[in-house]
């Protein structure tokens, strides 16, 4: 078995019995995120099992934190459909390792992309819509990632994305639309839709075109996660969140001890 084989196992066993491990970017020699990207599609792979995605994700939209980071460009993960769930769902806590919460802004397909957009009107008018989210983030490693490698190898640290109602795309303005996340009525995070690449729509197009430009072909149905919006906040046993963005709409969920 290869490195990028046995990397992909030992974060699919990490996560399977919920028992945090080690870095594997020094242990299994990922040297570039090239390498931390094979790992990626190795552990999706298993956790597919022969199912298509339910949709993709981006990471480091912000500028501000890719120059931090020294980082060219977004990063990139896959979305499973099994961890799909709508507004007012009810998680079981004990299912995730450490979660903690991101708000962002999801899109769905309404038809096939197999060739590039040229705009965001281009965009909209091949989306059923847009919506507000919530991705549970849920690391493989003890203390979260100590490495752009590790986070991309465990496929940005995604454990379930959950979504609120589908709006039509150019019903809202998503330059600069103030969001907020609530755990139990408080506020804990809160930020602004532009800070995904200047506007969630072009962090969709970009994305969109990074696959159809590599040979990938997005489905009609997939979904889109755009980037966090705000700081990642934990979550406890017994919390309800709650996620309000103005005209978009809202969401909210729970997590059972």
């Known amino acids: 078995m290869s490195n990028i084989e046995q990397a992909a196992q030992a974060l699919l066993d990490a996560r399977a019995s919920h028992t945090p ?15 931390a990207y094979a790992v990626q599609h190795a552990l999706i792979s298993r956790q597919l099992q022969g199912e298509r995605p339910g949709g993709y994700k981006l990471g480091l939209t912000d500028a501000r934190a890719r120059q931090a980071l020294g980082v060219a460009e977004p990063l990139r993960g896959v979305l499973l459909t099994a961890n799909e769930y709508q507004t007012g769902t009810t998680l079981m806590h004990a ?12 899109m769905r397909l309404s038809r096939d992309i197999e060739d590039p957009l040229a705009d965001r009107a281009d965009l909209i008018a091949a989306l059923e819509g847009v919506m507000p989210a919530l991705e549970v983030c849920d690391s493989a490693f003890e203390g979260w990632p100590k490495s752009l490698a ?3 190898a465990d496929n940005l640290s995604f454990g379930a994305h959950i979504l ?9 303005q998503l330059d600069d639309l103030p969001v907020a996340l609530k755990l139990n009525g408080e506020q804990v995070a809160s930020g602004n839709t532009g800070s995904s690449m200047g506007n969630p729509l072009d962090a969709a197009l970009w994305l969109i075109n990074q696959m159809v ?5 997005l489905r009609s149905g997939d979904v889109i996660m755009t980037g966090a919006l705000a700081g990642m ?5 017994g919390d309800l969140a709650e996620v309000e963005m103005g005209a978009l709409g809202s969401l909210s ?5």
Do not use: K, N
């Not at 594997?24 to 570039?32: K, P």
């Not at 906040?233 to 046993?237: E, F, G, K, L, S």
């Open 164 to 172: 609120g109602q589908c709006v039509a795309a150019d019903s809202v």
């Open 21 to 35: 491990r080690g870095p594997v970017a020094s242990e299994y020699a990922l040297t570039d995120l090239a390498s």
């Open 213 to 217: 430009t590599a040979g990938q072909q």
């Open 233 to 237: 906040q934990p979550v406890a046993a």
């Open 95 to 106: 299912d995730f390792i450490a979660p903690r919460l991101e708000i962002e802004v999801a």
């Open 253 to 257: 969920c729970r997590f059972s001890g």
């Open 150 to 152: 590790d986070a991309v």
